[in-house]
């Protein structure tokens, strides 16, 4: 069946600019992460969505982060007022229980010029 | 706060070689799992180690975990090329309502020459 899809592949703007990252969670999966990857960081958990719990938001950096998850399904990150250091990779994974794996997208490589 | 650790972090090796890598981690969990990366792919699922003493094993990778220790083990018998990529352990630091809140480890780089 169809896997985790994120969009865009690849984005790239410039400092200053609001970004939105969106992912697609493998079908009838009821949590969802965001993390993000970076050479100098490894991966970093930034917030968890699990059913229609609160959000668990305690990675996210600063207060220009911010995610959504609408309907239980289709998340977005957004990322405001860009800075150079957010420049990484953000995956998104989705897993169904918590004795399972999560499933990671192919993540959106952002580059903030 | 939940800390984890991979050695080494790059690792070459030839083909037909055994080897391990480490991952300590630095609170309670019973719950580890490990990933393997390949260059500008995503992470993929490699195995799941829910209870102490728990060994899971496919083709030439064995994974172990042994709660009391906080330490789980990748092992890898008689190298291939094909195993070359970034394998990263992740611990569940227990996420509210049943959700999972990994911690990786740094990733250890793999490299197996023909």
């Known amino acids: 069946g169809a896997g985790v899809s994120q969009s865009p592949s690849n984005k790239v703007t410039e400092k200053g600019k609001d970004v939105e990252l969106r992912c697609d969670p493998i079908s009838g999966h009821t949590a969802l992460y965001w993390y993000r990857q970076s050479l100098g960081q490894g991966l970093e958990f930034l917030i968890y969505f699990q059913g229609n719990s609160a959000p668990d938001k305690s990675g996210l950096p600063s207060d220009r982060f911010s995610a959504e998850r609408t309907g239980g399904s289709v998340s977005t990150l957004t990322i405001q007022r860009t800075q150079q250091e957010d420049s990484a990779v953000y995956l998104c994974a989705s897993s169904y229980k918590r004795d399972q794996p999560q499933h990671f997208g192919d993540g959106t490589r952002l580059s903030i010029l | 706060e939940l800390k984890v650790e991979q050695n080494p972090l790059f690792l070459s090796m030839q083909e037909g070689k055994n080897y391990t890598i480490y991952c300590n981690y630095s609170t309670t969990s019973d719950r580890l799992y490990w990933y393997r990366q390949d260059p500008g792919k995503s992470l993929e699922s490699l195995f799941v180690?829910?209870?102490?003493?728990a060994v899971k094993q496919e083709g030439r990778l064995m994974a172990s975990l042994d709660t009391k220790a906080r330490l789980s083990t990748l092992h890898i018998t008689a190298a291939v090329h094909d195993l070359s990529a970034t394998y990263f352990c992740?611990?569940?630091?227990?996420?509210?309502?049943?959700?999972?809140?990994?911690?990786f480890g740094q990733g250890t780089r793999l490299t197996i020459n023909p």
């Open positions: 180690l829910l209870s102490n003493g």
């Open positions: 992740a611990v569940d630091g227990e996420g509210l309502q049943g959700a999972q809140k990994l911690v």
